[in-house]
């Protein structure tokens, strides 16, 4: 028979509340990859600010400078105009969106937390 999702949630809290106590190491959760916190170089820092961010939000950061300063190119909007500050962290003059987060990637690190 079919557990509930109520008793599958109680019976995996207890094993992980018993996987705790056994390594000593806190459980691990959505805290990875994507949203895992970075630090932004000091580069990336004029655009996004200094504190730390997950990667999401620097990107949602970016992209919200992007359009605020109109820097998409008028014909091919998939194409990024860099103005002086983002053009310090793409290290060109236009990027196109897709290769955005590959540029990015180079100006954050892991924060240290």
């Known amino acids: 028979m079919a557990r509930s999702a109520t008793t599958r949630g109680r019976q995996e809290t207890k094993a992980a509340e018993k996987k ?9 959760g959505a805290r990875g990859g994507i949203t895992a916190p ?3 170089s000091a580069e990336l820092a004029e655009i996004v600010g200094t504190a730390d961010l997950s ?3 620097v990107v949602s950061k970016v992209w919200d400078y992007i359009k605020k300063h109109d820097l ?8 990024i105009n ?5 053009q310090k962290v793409f290290g060109k003059k236009s990027a196109s969106m ?7 990637s180079a100006h954050l690190t892991a924060a240290k937390g």
């Open 20 to 28: 705790v106590a056994k390594t000593g190491k806190p459980a691990g």
């Open 38 to 40: 970075v630090t932004p």
């Open 55 to 57: 990667r999401s939000e």
């Open 72 to 79: 998409q190119d008028a014909k091919d909007r998939r194409q």
């Open 82 to 86: 860099a103005d002086d500050r983002l």
């Open 98 to 104: 897709f290769e955005m987060n590959k540029h990015l």
